[in-house]
């Protein structure tokens, strides 16, 4: 083969189907459409190739097999969080279209690749959206909640959405450009290790702070003796200021993370635990 025979071949490779405007519409629809029709038996996949919907005949002009083909493989069992998450479907995409006029690249790298992804970015995911940016926007937005604002869940969903598309917008085209090298950079690096205890831990804090807020149980209950009497709310509180809240806050983590109870059933048992305490005039009740 002459040097310029390798050229063209190269060239053949390297060729680019798909444009920006392809790529991002493919983004835009997964976020729109990322939970829409989520199921047991495949979960996010039909969404994945409603994402993805454009995507065959820019890719296949012509080859209605190799079309229905690629259809079939966005419909495998796909499950992730959808925003830090979508840095597979970028990545997915990348190789489809180099697939698409390389041979060396096959079906089963494809979903290897998802399949080796998923788990992970989602733990990724819930751990900075769940555990970390949701509790933070909740303790800006419950006290005008609390007050009676009705704008507290407007001001939520603008602040989640201004924060979270963005990364999603991010993610995905990190792993549309960078391609399979680049996203396993960024897992053996140790950054994302790092993102994620740095986030769990301002997480722990905004959910103490929470507690510590919201989380409240108070005794007007006063003992006789002697001639005196002892307030018992006051003695708890010389024994640990807010230790009954905190009880109640720590058995509900232990129920719900160490016991995997259903936080139905966790609501269920707090609410017989006040009735109980109610009923026995230990806690609750009116002040004297």
Request: charged content about 15%; overall charge neutral.
């Amino acid at each position: 083969m002459t040097k310029n025979d390798d050229t063209k071949a190269t060239a053949t490779i390297n060729e680019k189907h798909l444009t920006k405007k392809d790529a991002t519409l493919a983004w835009f629809k997964w976020i729109a459409l990322s939970n829409c029709n989520y199921n047991y038996e495949r979960l996010m996949a039909s969404a994945l190739l409603s994402s993805f919907s454009h995507i065959p005949e820019k890719l296949y002009p012509g080859d209605k097999q190799k079309r229905i083909e690629f259809m079939q493989r966005q419909m495998e069992f796909y499950n992730t969080e959808p925003h830090f998450g979508c840095i597979i479907n970028g990545l997915a995409l990348s190789m489809e279209e180099e697939m698409a006029s390389n041979p060396a690249v096959t079906p089963e790298a494809i979903t290897a690749v998802k399949t080796g992804l998923m788990g992970p970015f989602a733990g990724i995911g819930d751990t900075l959206w769940q555990g970390t940016l949701t509790p933070i926007l909740l303790a800006i937005c419950m006290p005008l909640a609390s007050s009676g604002n009705p704008l507290a869940a407007l001001l939520y969903a603008v602040l989640m959405y201004a924060i979270m598309v963005p990364i999603s917008h991010f993610m995905f085209f990190t792993g549309y450009n960078q391609g399979k090298e680049g996203v396993e950079n960024m897992m053996a690096s140790g950054s994302m290790k790092r993102l994620i205890a740095t986030a769990s831990t301002m997480g722990a804090i905004v959910l103490g702070c929470l507690a510590n807020q919201y989380v409240s149980l108070t005794s007007y209950l006063s003992i006789p003796v002697g001639e005196g009497a002892i307030d018992l709310q006051a003695t708890l509180d010389s024994i640990l200021k807010g230790g009954v809240p905190l009880a109640i806050t720590i058995l509900s983590w232990y129920l719900l993370k160490k016991k995997n109870v259903n936080s139905t059933v966790v609501l269920l048992i707090l609410v017989a635990i006040g009735i109980l305490l109610g009923a026995t005039g230990l806690f609750g009740g009116v002040a004297a």
